[in-house]
């Protein structure tokens, strides 16, 4: 495209293939190693990172039947509540060295990195070498991908995994071929048998884009998009088939369901309820409910499903009457549920912001400005297709992140950071392209202005972090904002100190809260990068995780210095403590929320030596060395001994896995030997657990013995 006069272009010709040049191969050098090197760096200091994970991992590495189906230990009596490819990678490695920290976390820090040189290669086919290195280190500097790439979560398996289904895409759309279709769909596939549902929202993006930028006729481009989906449900569906198809029997409870059905878990808890906050089993639903809701039997302000209307309360529950008193949701604007407001703005709240939105009002910008650039080229424009793909990308998984009432944590937004790391890497590469151009160079002054806005906005929640930051920001930006108008100064040698300027402008924030991300552990069910924010997230979690809002602190996080958590979390009213329930004392051990010796529903178990050695007593006589409410607090335990631990009622404690007749058939058999008090919830929304009855029959038919703070119950003994 070429200026014919200051405000209007000629027609544009489709865009050459790009040339490499000859610092490109050492630009990407720096970019990737520098990239590994960041994701690698300290990764033993989050020790097992999400310990119901890494639970699964050490499973998975000792046993094939575990690995296959995901089971949360090595006896299969309960699976993970995800599909399980993104523990494959990581049980194999574990497999190979052994299990430690390194062996679980390098294999996810290696998945980022082919993340952000996938996204280069991605961009870079279509814009050039400058726009793929600079989508590739805004994606590498995302505070929430340094977080996710350097933890054991699935997402930074379904983030390499989208990524690759837009390069496929982006292939058919160049020569229109069916075979670049149907890897789009083997791409999706994987990416369901990662993180189920969640893999869906880039499908529409991805048929829209072919529909619309595909070479041939429509007719066949339908039948092409018929042959991705068949790829898809091949790619998933073998597995699906297997897992329904196996003997119930014989196989582990599908958690996170009610019903043992990897389909119900599919379109309910991992599915629909996502967005409607209808998630049976779940520890809340879509918001708080109102005093007596006895229809979901929650007490006055309580979670539903979770302590009865009368004040009862399942073991390890939270006490009847729900939060504490000045609790706020996660997130937290008021009127929200307990997962956050939901709302065009959820994004840019205070639990959120951090990680994902400092380069988003710009991203949206240079959408609308690419797509304009290229509006008189042909339909099958590659450049054309590449913004229509990630701009759909981020607008759909963006709007249902900020409108979905079920579960919501902050670091699901690491899926936004491919799009807009795309995003700015081409829009703003094309539109200096057309800076001769008077509004292409008011639309790059603007977006320069909206980066120092929202720089300006989300520094100023951790007024103590790099203070003297923001300030920088707002001045390099201001001053690249205005010189970016005057056609002289974009040009030639000033040219290059105007990029400099924006691209410290675009950065310099979400560089500084990475490598606060990458210089801090992070360990827990829930995680956020960055350093605290006010309003933001925090507490029980640990590492900057947890339920945001719980008893919320001074600057509006919820951590404690001593990791203890929320005041109320895991006691009855008046200080009465819930059967199986622990709270913080001097022995270490803490409520149902947050961790300590006997975990908790989002924190694993850190047992002491004695109680690891009292578990491994005869080890090898039982199936299972101990059973514990509650997938986290069962983690900790399993860890440490190497020997499989009973998961009861999976996650959150609420599934019925394994009932009360099943579990006094296995005490009556001598499977298991211990059973721990304390740990998760014990109960959730409409939820059918077992939990609550199996520890009250175990509280009255066995004797409790105290070892390093936790209470355990010799099963081979009755009381």
Same mark, same amino acid.
């Given at each position: 495209?070429?200026?014919?006069?200051?405000?209007?272009?000629? $027609?544009?010709?489709? @865009?050459? @293939?790009?040339?490499?040049?000859?610092?490109?191969?050492?630009?990407?050098?720096?970019?990737?190693?520098?990239?590994?090197?960041?994701? #690698?760096?300290?990764?033993?200091?989050?020790?097992?990172?999400?310990?119901?994970y890494a639970a699964a991992v050490q499973a998975g590495s000792v046993s094939w039947k575990a690995f296959f189906f995901g089971s949360s230990d090595a006896a299969n009596s309960i699976t993970v509540d995800k599909p399980p490819m993104s523990l494959w990678l990581m049980s194999l490695s574990v497999r190979i060295f052994g299990l430690n920290s390194w062996a679980m976390l390098v294999p996810q820090a290696l998945l980022g990195v082919g993340s952000v040189a996938l996204l280069w290669g991605t961009v870079r086919r279509y814009f050039g070498a400058a726009a793929g290195l600079l989508a590739g280190l805004v994606l590498a500097l995302t505070p929430v991908a340094a977080l996710m790439f350097r933890f054991n979560n699935p997402d930074a398996m379904l983030v390499l995994l989208m990524i690759a289904a837009v390069w496929a895409m982006m292939r058919a759309v160049q020569d229109g071929r069916t075979r670049w279709l149907v890897l789009v769909g083997v791409f999706c596939g994987f990416g369901f048998l990662t993180k189920q549902l969640q893999v869906m929202l880039v499908v529409p993006p991805l048929a829209l884009t072919y529909l619309i930028a595909g070479p041939p006729k429509l007719g066949k481009r339908v039948l092409q998009l018929f042959a991705a989906l068949g790829g898809l449900i091949v790619s998933a569906g073998w597995w699906l088939a297997i897992v329904e198809l196996w003997p119930a029997d014989s196989r582990p409870w599908i958690g996170g369901s009610q019903n043992n059905s990897i389909l119900e878990l599919t379109l309910g808890y991992n599915g629909l309820g996502r967005l409607s906050g209808n998630e049976t089993g779940s520890v809340g639903g879509g918001g708080m409910r109102g005093p007596g809701d006895a229809a979901t039997g929650a007490a006055a302000g309580g979670f539903p499903g979770m302590g009865e209307a009368t004040g009862g309360m399942a073991p390890g529950g939270m006490p009847a009457g729900g939060m504490p008193a000045g609790g706020m949701a996660p997130g937290g604007g008021a009127g929200g549920g307990i997962w956050g407001s939901t709302g065009i703005t959820r994004l840019f709240e205070s639990a959120q912001g951090g990680q994902i939105a400092w380069l988003i009002p710009a991203a949206l910008i240079l959408l609308v400005a690419g797509i304009v650039l290229r509006g008189k080229a042909p339909r099958v424009d590659t450049q054309r297709a590449s913004f229509i793909v990630w701009g759909l990308w981020l607008l759909v998984t963006g709007l249902t992140f900020s409108f979905m009432a079920g579960i919501f944590h902050a670091y699901y937004t690491v899926a936004l950071a491919p799009a807009i790391a795309a995003l700015l890497g081409s829009g703003s590469v094309v539109a200096w392209r057309?800076?001769?151009?008077?509004?292409?160079?008011? #639309?790059?002054?603007? $977006?320069?202005?909206?980066?120092?806005?929202?720089?300006?906005?989300?520094?100023?929640? $951790?007024?103590?972090? %790099? @203070?003297?930051?923001?300030?920088?920001?707002? %001045?390099?930006?201001?001053?690249?904002?205005?010189?970016?108008?005057?056609?002289?100064?974009?040009?030639?040698?000033?040219?290059?100190?105007?990029?400099?300027?924006? #691209?410290?402008?675009?950065?310099?924030?979400?560089?500084?809260?990475?490598?606060?991300?990458i210089n801090t552990p992070h360990t827990g069910s829930i995680v956020s990068a960055g350093p605290s924010v006010e309003g933001g997230m925090g507490g029980p979690g640990g590492g900057r995780g947890g339920f945001g809002g719980f008893g919320g602190t001074a600057d509006g996080g919820n951590r404690r210095t001593d990791g203890t958590p929320p005041a109320g979390m895991g006691q009855m009213p008046g200080g009465a403590i819930a059967p199986g329930t622990t709270t913080s004392t001097t022995d270490g051990t803490r409520g149902a929320m947050g961790g300590g010796a006997a975990g908790g529903l989002l924190q694993g178990s850190?047992?002491?030596?004695? %109680?690891?050695?009292?578990?491994?007593?005869?080890?090898?006589?039982?199936?299972?060395v101990a059973a514990a409410i509650g997938s986290n607090s069962a983690s900790g335990y399993q860890l440490a001994t190497q020997s499989p631990v009973m998961a009861i009622g999976g996650f959150n404690g609420s599934d019925p896995s394994p009932t009360l007749a099943q579990f006094q058939q296995y005490v009556a058999e001598g499977k298991i030997h211990f059973f721990i008090a304390g740990g998760g919830m014990g109960g959730g929304m409409n939820a059918e657990g077992t939990a609550t009855a199996i520890s009250t029959w175990v509280t009255e038919n066995f004797t409790a013995t105290t070892v390093d703070g936790v209470t355990l119950y010799d099963l081979t003994v009755a009381g």
């Open positions: 495209m070429t200026a014919t006069a200051e405000g209007s272009a000629a $027609s544009v010709p489709a @865009p050459e @293939p790009q040339r490499e040049v000859r610092w490109e191969p050492w630009a990407l050098g720096v970019l990737l190693v520098g990239t590994g090197v960041a994701y #690698i760096w300290g990764l033993g200091a989050s020790g097992w990172a999400n310990s119901f057309h800076r001769d151009v008077l509004w292409v160079r008011i #639309i790059l002054a603007v $977006s320069f202005a909206a980066t120092v806005a929202m720089a300006w906005v989300l520094l100023g929640r $951790s007024p103590s972090f %790099v @203070p003297w930051l923001r300030w920088a920001i707002l %001045v390099v930006g201001i001053v690249a904002a205005v010189a970016v108008l005057i056609p002289a100064v974009s040009r030639g040698r000033l040219a290059v100190a105007v990029i400099l300027a924006a #691209i410290f402008t675009g950065l310099a924030g979400p560089t500084a809260y990475a490598i606060d991300t850190t047992p002491g030596a004695a %109680v690891v050695s009292t578990l491994e007593e005869n080890s090898d006589q039982f199936t299972w």
